[in-house]
């Protein structure tokens, strides 16, 4: 999570773009992203230069040798009077350079310097070469802090996924390295990061695991290698209808490995995404992770008829797991957030969209995650709907999510300094999570006062397709004993008793 030292920086960095002339919020998010790029793209290729060095295999440069001057690495030490000019005309036409036919260069084709004055520009770069961009999950807290700024974020119903709880849902799906996987609400995707940062862990020998000069494990995925071009440029897939959020993704994407991810500017519950993206809009990915909007404007007359068929309604929560099933392949699978509304909702809408959940296809799990998961951003009850396009439900999984390692108020703090990638390893019930949804096959898990347990499609069916977990939770009450109230009476006579002696003593004392 930020930190208040790392908000104070931020706000010091925001505060110098406003000082310097540049007040439109969008803007400065862009702009602060651009030179977070820039550096991060320096820190990558230092870290492949040294990768290359040590297991003797090239990669592709994003700078060449006579490009060196462009590394951050370089301008950096640079006065204003130097740094500008060269930032502006030759750092930004080699950003620009960086996507040619490709839908990062869709995005970045009109990047550009708008910073004016070489004495901001030269604070700017100054202020993020001190951001900690390669410790955890940095830069999205950095762009969720950013995006805070906005007085129209969360309108549209965003807000970051927390990357514990994505890497949850990764691991539960499992992705291979010769799937497609999509994010149809990408943001700055972190799903799509996150499978990629799972393939590399898994993926890599032992002679592959390199460590780094901070003591971190460096996962070279050598063992990806007969997959690499399926995963440069046809695995990823990405949709949103923020051109900033595109950027900051498709910018994520390609520091993580991908040089080519297809993301794209589109409404994906839209008419046009069927027109536009046929090959993509159905029947079309093995894998899709996301954590759709829940609210927001919606103009139901330009959402495509094969899924207001399925669900007649303007919630987007409903229309967007229609939408999921529509764009999987048979037999796709899908891990989504919803809100609990979703679960348990009694309009004539909600129960349809869950018996065709349960009755045409097969879902496999409700992972219902406590309310505080998305603070501060967002106190909204949420729950993990894990399903596969087609086949037969038997059973589903439940699971009562108490704890994910951090505090569920607005400051989430870590329960424990020492973490994995699911998380603080204390006060977190996500490692049993996956242990027990692996497992599922050999156990029975009968007992619903337990926090995992199978329920039946046939009871499912009884309770009208309901698959809020309380409904099937058994619930422990502990009996809590009190005293008489004779007792209780006495003490609080003799309290008073105590009160009135004290107060005569004092107004003796007048």
């Excluded at 651009?34 to 440069?61: C, H, S, W």
């Excluded at 003591?215 to 900033?244: A, C, K, N």
Aim: proline share 4%; aromatic share 8%.
């Amino acid at each position: 999570m930020i930190t208040g030292k790392l908000k104070s920086d931020i706000d010091k960095l925001w505060e110098a773009f406003w000082t310097g002339g540049i007040t439109n919020p969008l803007t400065v998010i862009e702009q602060i992203s651009f030179l977070m790029f820039v550096r991060l793209l320096d820190i990558t290729e230092t870290r492949n230069e040294k990768r290359a060095q040590r297991t003797g295999k090239p990669f592709k440069r994003v700078y060449r040798e006579d490009q060196q001057d462009l590394r951050w690495s370089s301008f950096k030490q640079l006065g204003g009077a130097e740094m500008l000019p060269l930032v502006r005309d030759e750092v930004f036409k080699h950003l620009r350079g960086l996507g040619n036919g490709s839908s990062f260069g869709e995005y970045m084709a009109d990047a550009q310097l708008m910073i004016q004055k070489p004495s901001l520009l030269v604070s700017s770069v100054n202020m993020v070469d001190d951001l900690p961009l390669t410790s955890g999950d940095a830069k999205g807290d950095l762009y969720e802090y950013l995006l805070s700024k906005l007085t129209t974020a969360g309108i549209n119903g965003q807000f970051r996924t927390p990357r514990h709880i994505i890497r949850l849902m990764v691991e539960m799906l499992d992705p291979r390295p010769d799937e497609t996987i999509a994010d149809p609400a990408c943001g700055t995707a972190g799903f799509l990061v996150n499978v990629m940062l799972y393939l590399l862990e898994k993926h890599s020998s032992e002679q592959g695991k390199i460590e780094a000069e901070d003591g971190s494990t460096i996962y070279t995925g050598d063992l990806l290698e007969p997959y690499r071009e399926h995963i440069q440029s046809g695995m990823f897939h990405g949709f949103d209808f923020d051109v900033t959020m595109l950027r900051i993704a498709a910018m994520n994407l390609m520091l993580h490995g991908v040089e080519d991810p297809d993301i794209h500017y589109r409404d994906t519950l839209s008419n046009s995404f069927p027109e536009k993206f046929p090959a993509f809009a159905e029947d079309a990915f093995d894998v899709i992770l996301a954590n759709p909007p829940f609210k927001g404007s919606l103009d139901y007359k330009d959402v495509h008829p094969s899924l207001t068929r399925k669900v007649k309604t303007k919630k987007t929560e409903l229309l967007f797991v229609a939408l999921i099933l529509r764009m999987l392949k048979t037999g796709g699978r899908s891990a989504t957030i919803v809100p609990d509304g979703v679960l348990f909702g009694s309009s004539r809408v909600h129960v349809a969209l869950r018996k065709m959940l349960l009755e045409d296809n097969q879902l496999e799990g409700v992972i219902s995650l406590p309310s505080g998961v998305f603070k501060p951003y967002a106190g909204v009850s949420t729950a993990i709907l894990v399903f596969a396009k087609g086949g037969k439900t038997d059973k589903v999984f439940f699971y009562d999510v108490k704890q994910d390692g951090y505090s569920l108020d607005d400051k989430r703090t870590a329960a424990s300094e020492e973490s994995t990638a699911l998380g603080p390893v204390e006060g977190n019930d996500l490692p049993d999570v996956v242990e027990k949804w692996r497992a599922r096959g050999e156990l029975e898990l009968t007992d619903r006062k337990a926090q995992a347990f199978f329920v039946s499609a046939d009871e499912i069916r009884e309770e009208k397709y309901d698959l809020s977990i309380n409904r099937y939770k058994e619930i422990v009450y502990e009996e809590v004993e009190y005293e008489a109230p004779k007792v209780i009476l006495g003490r609080l006579r003799a309290l008073e008793d105590e009160i009135r002696s004290g107060l005569d003593e004092l107004e003796g004392m007048l």
